[in-house]
């Protein structure tokens, strides 16, 4: 368990948060932008999880496994690695839940750790998960209340045990007393579990996305072939190998660059022509790598699980003012007069190159005004009425 600084946990009438979530700092996730904003007004106590993939002979259970044991053998972590205000929390838990036994020694060991940590903060105490793998600590612990911000339908993602999550999910859209969806999709996604929920849709941090553009180029772009059309984020099963390997055969010239971790994506995407792939970069560097990119894209397939997404990276995107191709997907059928949306791999490969030549239209670029109502500090203000009022 990581400390805060002294002092950070003081009494307040606005009550604190416990949230269940992916490891905070290792990607930018909607809920860390929402919590971040937050954090002057609310003491927070951050749950690390070990997330909900099924654990794999395999690379990347390995990595993962290696990044989970670092935090639990050690007791804390740097003191300037904190925000004020944040204790990050590393409780061990066991790495199976599909059976009510691993679930039993899942909840004693979270229990055991967290009991200590819910008596020290200040009431009223909301516990906040965007996991369904917590669903046996509701009504467990002593909170004050229980929020579900519904971010995915993992019930559709690959290489998770779905009927497992199912179950989970189920249990914990009963049990909450609030939920939030990050989608209409997602809304209708919890509606069919029996409950209605709040609608809150992703923001985007404008400063961050328009810096001056770096006076030289960057190092883990500098080999490649311009132009550059760049995707960043999860490389996995959802992306559209047809849509990529159209794209590679139909360029003259250039380079299609992804960025970002991969988890078993087709064994066909990153071997394509004038495909390069360059490991995860941290979140500071992403405004250079869209600064030296002609066009950015979201090749998604259209499936149950990419219906359901919802990404950060359509209004990150939109925020770099550069032209960006999309798959037609309901995520961003609300920003589509900002885009080009396309449907085929003809269609993808057609609209690429064109914008490759013109650049945005005037149009597009006009109907990303809209993006100025859209910052995380005004949806973390809706969050804390939904959530906390």
Known sequence: MTKCSPGSHLATDRGSLLVFADDWGRHPSSCQHLISHLLPTHPVAWVNTIGMRRPALDRLTLRRGVEKIGPWLRRTRPADALAENLRVLDPKMWPWFSRRHDRWINRQMLLRSLRPVVQSLPTPITAITTLPIVADLVGKLRVDRWVYYCVDDFSQWPGLDLAALARLERK?????????????????????????????????????????????????????????????????????????????????????????????????????????????????????????????????????????????????????????????????????????????????????????????????????????????????REFSELALS
């Not at 920003?335 to 396309?342: G, H, N, Y």
């Open 172 to 380: 914990l859209v009963a049990k909450v007393d609030r939920l939030i969806a990050a989608s209409e999709t997602l809304q209708a996604h919890l509606a069919e579990l029996g409950r209605p929920s709040s609608l809150l849709t992703h923001g985007v941090d404008l400063a961050h996305w328009q810096p001056p553009a770096p006076a030289e180029p960057l190092e883990s772009l500098a080999q490649f072939e311009r132009p550059l059309v760049v995707f960043w984020g999860l490389i996995d099963p959802r992306m559209d190998v047809e849509l990529i390997r159209r794209l590679a055969a139909d360029l003259t010239q250039g380079t299609i660059v992804l960025v970002g971790p991969t988890d078993h994506p087709h064994p066909a995407l990153l071997t394509a022509p004038r495909v390069r792939h360059v490991p995860p970069v941290p979140y500071a560097e992403l405004p250079a790598i869209a600064a030296a990119a002609s066009v950015l894209v979201m090749p998604y397939n259209d499936s149950p699980v990419t219906r359901a997404i919802q990404p950060l990276k359509l209004k990150e995107y939109l925020a770099t003012g550069k032209p960006v191709i999309a798959r037609r997907l309901p995520a961003v059928e609300a920003w589509a007069d900002c885009i080009d949306a396309v449907s085929t791999p003809e269609e993808f490969s057609a609209a690429v190159r064109r914008r490759i030549v013109t650049g945005i239209d005037e149009s597009q670029a006009s109907a990303r005004h809209r993006l100025a109502r859209e910052s995380w500090d005004a949806k973390a």
